[in-house]
């Protein structure tokens, strides 16, 4: 079956710490992962792309990995700010077939001051 | 990347009552999709729009609670029919473009609230 899974469910940290947000997959065929942060009222934006042949990709301080093997990714941020509050979907594309999106449910990051 | 016009940001709704929600991009899309997202859930598939054509629905999504036009590339509407407090819900239109396939942009959602 195909699913995406996250961990933690939520998260709370305090300003300018760092975190890292994990997602497991069991998607195939596999054609890429991607990170979306989706603000409370508002859609999902995407923050990260990576493909079969990518380990690691970064846009400002966010950073995610991706190990194929394994079927594992994450996604650290760094230096953590009170607008980095949100919710944190993976989302895995199958190279084929309908539904070709499978998305997690999010990890909740609070940051707090 | 694409900018997608979706309206109405919210509504509070009756019971029994339909509401319309429009999609708008300023791009040329391959595909575009409705998607649901209830509170605190991911979001679910709830058809494909297809231009010209009947919309593809997901199990679970028919037409006639959910019927969806796509008269053109860039535009669509999603209807939610005969509305239930347990349609409560963000409905969220997302697309693809044509210069960026395998990448699906979102609008800013629909909050929807059912009395």
């Known amino acids: 079956k195909n699913q995406v899974e996250q961990s933690p469910q939520s998260l709370i940290i305090l300003e300018g710490k760092n975190c890292t947000l994990q997602?497991?997959?069991?998607?195939?065929?596999?054609?890429?992962l991607r990170w979306y942060k989706q603000d409370t009222g508002r859609g999902p934006v995407s923050l990260t792309i990576?493909?079969?042949?990518?380990n690691t990709k970064s846009n400002g301080r966010y950073t995610a990995t991706l190990d194929a093997d394994t079927k594992q990714s994450s996604l650290h941020i760094t230096a953590s700010q009170l607008s980095d509050s949100a919710s944190y979907i993976c989302?895995?594309?199958?190279?084929?077939?309908?539904?070709?999106?499978?998305f997690g449910k999010g990890t909740r990051l609070s940051v707090i001051a | 990347s694409a900018v997608i016009s979706q309206k109405p940001s919210r509504d509070i709704c009756q019971r029994g009552t339909s509401l319309t929600i429009q999609c708008q991009v300023d791009?040329?899309?391959?595909?575009m999709f409705w998607y649901r997202q209830q509170p605190g859930q991911s979001l679910t598939l709830i058809a494909t729009?297809?231009?010209?054509?009947?919309?593809?629905?997901e199990s679970g999504f028919v037409i006639d609670k959910f019927p969806i036009s796509r008269p053109n590339l860039t535009f669509s509407t999603l209807t939610v029919s005969n509305m239930s407090p347990e349609d409560s819900s963000i409905y969220l239109c997302?697309?693809?473009?044509?210069?960026?396939?395998?990448?699906?942009?979102f609008g800013a959602g629909t909050r929807l609230s059912v009395l």
């Open positions: 997302s697309v693809e473009l044509i210069l960026a396939k395998n990448i699906q942009y």
């Open positions: 997602c497991n997959y069991t998607v195939s065929p596999f054609s890429n």
């Open positions: 990576m493909t079969f042949s990518e």
């Open positions: 989302v895995v594309t199958r190279n084929s077939g309908n539904t070709p999106l499978v």
């Open positions: 791009s040329q899309v391959t595909m």
């Open positions: 729009a297809n231009q010209g054509s009947e919309a593809t629905y």
